[in-house]
């Protein structure tokens, strides 16, 4: 597996973010990229992580911190994904997230159990569990492309020199380990787990990769994208959102983005609901 995903110079891309098991969401999102697949010909899809490990709770026991109500349907989820790669080759894509790399070498996630890569393999049996590992270890862990864009699960906070750097991380052998100690790890660590980046961080970062900004999940953000300075945003396209404030980016692949603040609301970056009320305008977070 490539641990980074170099996408092409043309074709409008489509980004979801953190959709942690909600197939209605993930449903919405593919409707968009069939859109855009019928009106312009060329277009991909690009999930930047945490498809999997979603709640499960009752409805009536759903608190407001996690956005619109929804029942984890992770298996469905990959094993969708999985058909729509097959029928879309070359153009359906996807990177891991702290969630994922539980099931292909990392540590156990416990954000709605004590151990959810047990609980979801549990549910979905040996053979199917193992389809979706299959699936999960073609994931790649950073995706660049000449558009000026990088794309990350967590935040780019990650020291590196060249891509090579990140073609070299491993992703195997911390599977008793905890996120704790991950999150010291050099590359892995920041790329799956980091909520934020200092701007001169994030700055080196991308432009290791060639890039100008990057784009990145993991945090939720209730108004459904966050600008921290001119080369990071954060984007909530499902997971601890509401439909109003659910956001997707898309972008022109032949375009060369200058930096963050090149991304419009309107033009680049579109409520995935358009029917609900209109999200939020984004608050700059400051960093001193």
């Known amino acids: 597996m490539a641990r980074?995903?170099?996408?092409?110079?043309?074709?409008?891309?489509?980004?979801?973010?953190?959709?942690?098991?909600?197939?209605?969401?993930?449903?919405?999102?593919?409707?968009?990229?069939?859109?855009?697949m019928a009106t312009t010909g060329d277009a991909h899809l690009l999930f930047t992580g945490d498809l999997i490990h979603g709640p499960h709770l009752d409805e009536a026991d759903?608190?407001?911190?996690?956005?619109?109500?929804?029942?984890?349907?992770?298996?469905d989820v990959i094993d969708e994904l999985a058909v729509l790669m097959d029928h879309h080759p070359g153009r359906i894509h996807?990177?891991?997230?702290?969630h994922e790399h539980g099931h292909i070498g990392g540590p156990h996630t416990a954000k709605f159990a004590a151990d959810e890569v047990a609980v979801l393999e549990g549910l979905l049996g040996d053979a199917r569990a193992e389809?979706?590992?299959?699936?999960?270890?073609?994931?790649?862990?950073?995706?660049?492309?000449?558009?000026?864009a990088v794309f990350t699960h967590g935040a780019p906070a990650a020291t590196v020199a060249s891509i090579r750097d990140i073609e070299d991380a491993r992703l195997d052998g911390f599977e008793l380990g905890s996120p704790i100690d991950i999150l010291d790890t050099p590359i892995i660590g920041p790329i799956l787990?980091?909520?934020?980046?200092?701007?001169?961080?994030?700055?080196?970062?991308?432009?290791?990769?060639g890039g100008t900004f990057c784009i990145y999940g993991h945090d939720v953000i209730p108004e459904g994208?966050?600008?921290?300075?001119?080369?990071?945003?954060?984007?909530?396209?499902?997971?601890?959102?509401?439909?109003?404030?659910?956001?997707?980016?898309?972008?022109?692949?032949?375009?060369?983005?200058?930096?963050?603040?090149?991304?419009?609301?309107?033009?680049?970056?579109?409520?995935?609901?358009?029917?609900?009320?209109?999200?939020?305008?984004?608050?700059?977070?400051?960093?001193?």
């Open 4 to 36: 980074v995903l170099r996408l092409p110079d043309r074709g409008r891309l489509i980004i979801c973010t953190d959709l942690q098991g909600c197939l209605r969401d993930f449903h919405r999102i593919v409707e968009i990229f069939d859109d855009a």
């Open 131 to 148: 389809r979706m590992r299959a699936v999960l270890r073609e994931f790649a862990l950073v995706a660049v492309a000449p558009c000026g």
């Open 94 to 98: 996807a990177l891991i997230g702290n």
């Open 62 to 75: 759903w608190p407001d911190f996690l956005g619109e109500y929804y029942r984890d349907a992770s298996g």
């Open 225 to 288: 994208f966050e600008v921290i300075g001119d080369e990071q945003i954060v984007v909530s396209t499902s997971f601890g959102v509401f439909d109003a404030n659910k956001v997707y980016l898309a972008l022109d692949l032949a375009a060369r983005y200058r930096s963050v603040h090149d991304l419009r609301v309107g033009r680049e970056i579109l409520p995935l609901y358009p029917d609900a009320p209109p999200f939020h305008e984004p608050v700059e977070r400051a960093h001193g």
């Open 193 to 209: 787990w980091a909520r934020s980046a200092e701007p001169d961080v994030a700055r080196r970062f991308v432009r290791a990769l």
